[in-house]
Every structure is written in C-alpha cells, then in structure tokens.
C-alpha cells in the first residue's frame, strides 16, 4: 500500500443491485467507524446474464469512479463480476487499494471445514458457467464435492419482490434439481440470495426432513475484510461511520431495500456511469 492512504479512506463497495447490501450491512457491524461508499450499478442489473466482457467493462469504470472517492479497500459484492472481472480489477488498480472478492473467503471456509463433504451451490449463469468455485475447490484436493447449478431468475425476482412468499415457487422448482440433493451444505453465490435464506433453509427442512448449514458470504466477507485492513494498517477505529449510496439508475426497489437494510432513510446519489 502507498502511504498516502489514510485510516480515515472509506471503504467502497459494489454490486449490480441490492445484493450487495448484504455485504455492506455484514461491513457496518464488523466495522462500525469504516467510512462505506456503495455503488449500485442497477442500470446493468442484473449481471447475471451478461456477457464477461460487458460485466469487465462496467466493473472497471466502476472502480475508476470509487478510486476518484479515494477508496482505501474496494470490495467486489456481487459473485458474477467477481468470476468476470476480478483479476482485471485488481490489475487495473494495482496498489493503489485493496482488491477483496467474495469468492475466496468462502473457499478459504470449505478449506478449513468441509474436506470430504458434498457441497452444493446457487448462483448466477455467470458464475456457475466460470466455474470459478469448482477450480478452487478443486484445488484443495480435500475431496470435497461440489455441485453447482444456476438458479438464474432468483436475483431480478428478489430485487423486485424482496424476501416474499412468491419466491417459494422458484424455489421448489430450483432447489428439487438432483445436483442440489443429499447436500450437507448449500453456498449462497450470489448475494441477493441471503435476503431469503431462512426461505432456503426452511424448503431443505421441509423436503429433506434434515438441516443444511447455508453458507452466506456477507459475515465472512466482512471478517476477511477487517483481517485486510488491519495487516495492512488501515483500521478506522475513530469518529463514526458515513455511509453514501449511488445507483447508476434510481430504482423504487433499491430505495426501499436499503431503507430495509440499515434502518434508516439513505439518500441515492444518481451516478450515470457511461455519461
């Protein structure tokens, strides 16, 4: 890190939407004094079904736009523009900040508790089709078994209905896939999907007559970021946090959401990316 970087920096954080928020929330009890800056890119939302090179290019202008607020950590909140464009971030910003993704904390989890286990996972298109978890995991070599199947609709059906009974229909349809069967944990990849877990769990509860643990990055994400800021120096631990929201396209859903989410009225600051 250069040492022009203060304690003082904020935190900056993205995602296609509110999935995200999740991670924020997990962020602001972990880290109480950290300064947030969040960026909602709900023009693009969602990422999911977009092209690798498309999810690149926004994750890149929307880093550029969170060095210019003088970000000391950024955190990439969203699990499809981590298996697009990590790596592309992190060259593009190189040691002018932190780089954190939510994919390798939770790698790091299986590594420390779920060698022999069979592990199922939900996510995006993108993400399962990277097979991104899988050669990590794979890596391991703690034959750990992982299967992973895309639940593609989830994402748009809760940042449009939030945490509503309508998604039990999905659900049922989703999580009955044989991969997603005699699971003894099930990742959440994506992180809208934490905002309907007890939903998830409560389906395997009802139709496996068992419980299964659900991995939700948004804790460990959070940890992992503290361990960052610490090793590197860079602990806020004064004064109290700030918290700024934009959205490169202002949705009602978003809005509410984030109300939701922090208990408070936030204010969105429309910030058209490609203007």
């Not at 060698?115 to 996972?121: T, V």
């Not at 509503?164 to 349809?173: A, F, G, K, P, R």
């Not at 809208?192 to 299964?212: A, N």
Request: hydrophobic fraction near 40%; charge should be negative.
């Amino acid at each position: 890190m250069t040492s022009n970087h203060t304690t003082s920096r904020p935190i900056g954080i993205f995602d296609s939407g509110i999935g995200g928020l999740t991670v924020a929330k997990a962020l602001v009890a972990h880290l109480p004094k950290e300064n947030i800056i969040y960026f909602g890119d709900t023009a693009h939302m969602p990422y999911g079904d977009k092209s690798t090179a498309a999810i690149q290019a926004y994750a890149v202008k929307i880093a550029q736009m969170l060095l210019q607020q003088e970000c000391k950590l950024i955190l990439i909140a969203c699990y499809s523009a981590t298996a697009a464009a990590y790596e592309l971030v992190k060259e593009y910003i190189g040691n002018r900040a932190i780089v954190v993704n939510v994919v390798d904390p939770v790698v790091h989890l299986l590594k420390g508790n779920y060698a022999a286990k069979r592990i199922g996972l939900i996510g995006t298109r993108q993400t399962v089709n990277s097979n991104i978890f899988k050669r990590k995991v794979d890596s391991l070599k703690l034959d750990i078994n992982l299967s992973a199947y895309s639940t593609n609709l989830l994402a748009s059906a809760i940042e449009e209905f939030g945490n509503h009974l309508v998604i039990d229909s999905l659900l049922d349809v989703y999580l009955a896939h044989p991969s997603l069967q005699e699971i003894d944990a099930l990742i959440l990849a994506c992180t809208h999907y934490p905002i309907i877990k007890e939903r998830i769990l409560l389906h395997y509860q009802q139709s496996q007559q068992k419980t299964i643990d659900i991995i939700d990055s948004s804790d460990i994400v959070a940890q992992t970021v503290k361990m960052q800021l610490d090793e590197n120096l860079l602990l806020n631990d004064q004064g109290t946090s700030n918290k700024h929201f934009y959205v490169s396209d202002y949705t009602d859903s978003f809005a509410r959401n984030a109300k939701l989410f922090f208990g408070e009225t936030i204010h969105l600051e429309h910030y058209p990316l490609w203007d």
